[in-house]
């Protein structure tokens, strides 16, 4: 597995700084996935806003608890533990 150097959120500034300060709103705390995109935080606001579009939003057909569903499914798949 490569190694990924990550920012920290003690050491975050800027938009990486409000990227994990919403993280931290949302879930709690900042996620080794989010932080794997600390490096880029255009990428990672990016890559937030899509999956709260995909997960959150209620125009979608499906439910939220179906979309969990799916998602957990294909991590499991995936060997992902997110």
């Keep these: 597995m490569p190694w990924i150097d990550l920012v920290a959120p003690a050491d975050a500034t800027g938009r990486l700084?409000?990227?994990?300060?919403?993280?931290?709103?949302?879930?709690?705390?900042?996620?080794?996935?989010?932080?794997?995109?600390?490096?880029?935080?255009?990428v990672l606001d990016a890559s937030t806003r899509l999956y709260l579009r995909v997960m959150w939003s209620p125009s979608e057909p499906l439910s939220r608890a179906q979309r969990e569903m799916i998602a957990v499914t294909v991590s499991r798949t995936n060997g992902c533990r997110y």
């Excluded at 931290?24 to 255009?42: D, K, L």
Aim: charged content about 25%; proline content about 4%.
């Design 17 to 42: 700084r409000k990227l994990y300060d919403a993280a931290v709103a949302r879930a709690g705390r900042v996620f080794n996935v989010i932080m794997a995109q600390s490096r880029q935080p255009e």
